[in-house]
């Protein structure tokens, strides 16, 4: 067994909605089947016993080594409290070969538990031993050092509860929900709307007491110090017992409580000042609570206890700690409820000051404080009060956070009770603090849990606010990067800053912010993470879905304009147009509910993946006399066409129409593949909810030139004859041009045209098979880049497409793209036309441009080169 590539897929993808693991892996003949291995399934369930079925029910064909592969990745990460269910072996075109798909919780996790399963058949196979436990401990420790801590993962769940995307920003708690300028950001429960003051107030505890008392909030009195005698000092004027605390902590590091004696207070001094600058402030009597207050409402209160032992009498202390670290909700950091309780300097001194050691044994029922600090982070307990909070207590606490200007903010108080004012109990608050904790609120240790994250969330977005801006997705074989750039376009013409990626680059509300070929999952994520992004169309290339899966986990329109052969057929698995349709599918089966498909009714391909849409359909074609275009209209849902020379859309009764004449870019309805690109934008554009209006000033005034659409049918004189440069190269993308020129007059037409060698043999012959009934002369060139070809092997496959050729009559080869343009326009008479194949986009038209300005020349609008 061998495995060649591994992918991860980070959104909605091929094989499910899921983050995944794909791996390609290869099975020897023996290993394509379990059962032509001799005691290899016992031995496998003798190592791990909790495997389950090794091939899932309904898949063809025995199980091979990749089918346990699958299950036990799967199953080791259930074992560690992974929250995954899917996963999949699909055999391949190639004998032997599988696909192999998981789904993972955490990235990390998923890679891990894919080589531990390795490990698993290996040892299987060779007949030596598999360490279950230790590979279960290392997903679990894995899974605990990369998932989301219990407070920023509750604000997350609470999100994905009410539809809000979300994205992890970094390995640790920056989390952005929402999309573009509608998004916010969380670093853990901190909220971006808290300023960098505010955090630095809540840091600085004098700093924060004065404010708290000018606002009128109890707060005892103290003062920092500067060593541990001039803490003595504070003490004395304070008044004995103090609180002794670093000034600008948090989690409740370095705090100690109730310091009675000179050598208490100069251990809780070292302690403190191992953090920063120290403070001594009066020790109030009465219980530790925490106040958790969201925006101007307390949310959430909880009564903390120190970290404690009760004697049993046959037990130490240090026992009796391990006893109570046995509680699986106790761990080591923030990952669980409950963190396990230290045996340290700190709690040795507060031992002493109860004349114990960690190793006395207390005798039975004994309370044994091992802390005066109730921090959940040192060990300590929590018991929900929320219902019982006086309103004046809830006021003061709202008003603490106010004035410290604190969105997200836990307030330290302490008193005896909750159910009355703190200055009838001589109560006050100790402290506020930026982003706390949680836990202590949705898993205390007694009483109700409260949904502390949804009230964040509720903070964050209004009630019915998803955080989402429009969505649309283009896919199919041609038209694609025309049809995103003209619904680009019309969304900007309702004042929208729209984010735009595809083949040529990244735009952000008109600026070009990146180059290159940008139609993949990262460059949809890095629109979707602008703040001046009020809408995105996104090109969504296979080779991106392949790659990553998609950029978002759904969309507000998906478009598919065609599904055509050459459109990388035999590249990863992908070999027949039915695979590729399946692929191209996955933007419509992630199409919110509320949303559209917008599908081609005139390819059957295109026209089947209506069965497969959440939301609805809007089916575009010519003709609407086609079976699925008539059904659309007897169901009265929304339909777009053509009809006595301009585009209906139409819904039911109602209905609007563009004529055809005022929009440049389709030459009057001449060039039928800009028709169908129109009415694919025009269809989106309503799906997005666009008025009519605003469609229609967009379609006049976008056009076909470089400028718009860079090798998309950009049009150019050049010395009284006409010269189309187009990026084509794919057999439909060559009928459509086909069909273009023919219908353009013309004295004598020549194309310039080279392959790209990642394209089936036949896909390269028949793309010049094609011209060769259309253009008198060719020119063949070879380009830049043969991807894997032999030298001149991709000429010899453009010029046996010729060999039956009914019009052309003239063929040359040449090196080089742009050597080849100049030897095409030396040619050129007046009345000719030049179809120019571009390869390199960006610098051939730069080339062509120039070449034009030479001639005193200039872009000619569209419908000047096109008959009546």
């Given amino acids: 067994m061998e495995v060649s590539r591994i992918r991860i897929l980070r959104g909605p993808n091929l094989w499910c909605r899921h983050t995944a693991l794909e ?63 899917f996963s999949r072996t699909a055999a391949t075109v190639e004998i032997g070969v599988y696909q192999v798909v998981v789904a993972y919780s955490e990235e990390a996790v998923g890679r891990v538990a894919f080589e531990l399963a390795q490990a698993l058949v290996q040892a299987a196979l060779n007949h030596t031993g598999f360490d279950l436990a230790a590979a279960i401990a290392r997903l679990r420790e894995t899974d605990e050092d990369e998932r989301l801590g219990p407070s920023t993962g509750a604000i997350v769940s609470a999100a994905a509860a009410r539809g809000i995307p979300w994205r992890r920003l970094t390995q640790g708690s920056l989390v952005q929900f929402g999309w573009g300028s509608r998004q916010r950001r969380i670093q ?63 989690q409740g590091k370095g705090v100690t409580a109730n310091v009675a004696s000179r050598e208490h207070l100069e251990a809780a001094f070292q302690a403190a000042a191992e953090i920063g600058d120290v403070m001594v402030e009066k020790y109030l009597s009465g219980n530790d609570f925490r106040l958790l207050v969201v925006g101007d409402k307390l949310v959430a209160a909880a009564r903390r206890e120190p970290p404690h032992v009760t004697g049993d009498g046959i037990h130490t202390v240090r026992e009796l700690v391990d006893r109570i670290n046995a509680d699986p909700r106790r761990g080591d950091g923030h990952a669980t409820s409950l963190t396990r309780v230290r045996v340290d300097e700190i709690a040795v001194a507060r031992l002493g000051a109860q004349g114990l050691t960690p190793e006395s044994v207390p005798a039975k029922g004994r309370r044994i404080v091992l802390r005066v600090n109730a921090n959940l982070s040192t060990g300590g307990t929590a018991t929900d009060v929320t219902d019982d909070v006086h309103p004046e207590i809830a006021a003061n606490a709202v008003a603490a956070a106010q004035m410290v200007g604190l ?89 929208l800053r729209v984010g735009l990626t ?67 057929l035999g590249l990863n698995f992908i070999t027949t147009v039915e695979d590729l349709a399946v692929l191209k599918r996955v933007i419509v089966q992630n199409v919110a509910s509320n949303g559209y498909a917008v599908l081609n009714a005139a ?73 169908e690109n129109v009415m694919a934008a025009v269809a989106a554009a309503w799906g997005v909810g666009l008025d009519w209006d605003t469609i229609r000033r967009g379609l006049a005034s976008f056009s076909s030139d470089a400028g718009h659409v ?10 009284g004859a006409t010269v189309i440069a187009d990026y084509g ?87 080089g793209e742009f050597a080849a343009i100049d030897a095409a326009l030396e040619r050129l008479e007046p009345g000719d036309l030049c179809l120019v194949l571009v390869d390199q986009v960006e610098q051939a038209l730069a080339h062509l441009a120039r070449r034009v300005a030479e001639a005193g020349q200039e872009v000619a609008p569209i419908e000047a080169a096109v008959a009546p």
């Avoid at 190592?47 to 090794?54: S, Y």
């Avoid at 949804?454 to 997705?473: K, Q, T, W």
């Avoid at 995103?484 to 309702?494: N, P």
């Fill in 710 to 719: 860079p090798g998309r049918f950009n049009l150019m004189q050049y010395r």
């Fill in 188 to 250: 853990a429960a901190e909220v971006d709307a808290t300023s960098a003051v505010a955090e630095a107030i809540a840091q600085d505890k004098d700093l924060t007491k004065k404010l708290l008392y000018a606002a009128g909030v109890p707060v005892p009195f103290g003062r920092p110090v500067a060593d541990a005698a001039d803490a003595w000092a504070a003490a004395c004027e304070i008044g004995l017992p103090v609180v002794v605390k670093p000034q600008g902590g948090n």
């Fill in 407 to 495: 969105h997200v903010c836990g307030v330290d108080m302490v008193c005896e009770s909750v159910l009355r004012p703190m200055r009838e109990q001589h109560g006050g608050i100790v402290e506020v603090n930026a982003a706390p904790g949680l836990r202590m609120h949705l898993s205390p240790s007694f009483g109700k849990g409260r949904a502390v994250g949804e009230a964040i969330m509720s903070h964050l977005f209004a009630n019915g606010d998803d955080g989402r801006i429009p969505v649309v997705a283009v896919t199919g074989t041609n038209g694609k990067t025309t049809t995103a750039r003209l619904i680009a376009h019309l969304l900007a013409g309702s004042a």
């Fill in 729 to 815: 190269h794919n057999p439909d993308a060559m009928r459509a041009l086909a069909a273009a020129v023919q219908a353009m007059p013309a004295r004598r037409r020549s194309v310039v045209i080279s392959g790209a060698g990642d394209r089936r043999d036949e896909d390269i012959r028949e793309q010049t098979a094609i011209l060769g009934d259309v253009f008198d002369d060719a020119i063949l060139y070879q380009d830049a880049c043969q991807r894997g070809r032999a030298d001149g092997e991709v000429l010899a496959l453009l010029r046996a497409g010729l060999a039956h050729a009914r019009q052309t009559s003239h063929v040359s080869e040449i090196r």
């Fill in 603 to 675: 390819d059957a391909m295109v026209q089947a993946m209506a069965s497969s849409c959440p939301g609805q359909v809007i089916f575009f074609a010519a003709d609407h006399h086609l079976p699925a275009m008539a059904t659309q209209r007897a169901q009265g849902r929304r339909m777009v066409y053509v009809d006595d020379g301009a585009i209906v859309a139409a819904e039911g009764s109602w209905r609007e129409r563009i004529e055809l004449a005022e929009i440049p870019i389709t030459a009057n309805g001449a060039i039928a593949f800009q028709v």
């Fill in 23 to 85: 791996a390609v892996v290869s099975c020897a003949p023996a290993e394509r089947s379990i059962a032509e291995l001799p005691d290899f399934e016992s031995r496998v369930r003798e190592l791990f016993p909790a495997i389950g079925p090794l091939q899932r029910s309904g898949t063809q064909g025995p199980a091979s080594l990749a089918h346990v592969l699958e299950a036990a990745t799967l199953t080791l990460q259930t074992q560690a409290g992974c929250p995954v269910t």
């Fill in 502 to 568: 595809n083949t040529d680059g990244i735009w952000v509300n008109g600026q070009q912010i990146d180059s290159g070929d940008c139609s993949g999952p990262r460059s949809a994520r890095s629109v979707l993470m602008h703040p001046d992004v009020d809408a995105a169309v996104f090109e969504t290339a296979r080779g991106g879905m392949l790659r990553e899966g998609l950029g978002f986990d759904r969309c507000q329109v998906a478009v598919v304009t065609n599904i055509g052969a050459g459109d990388h």
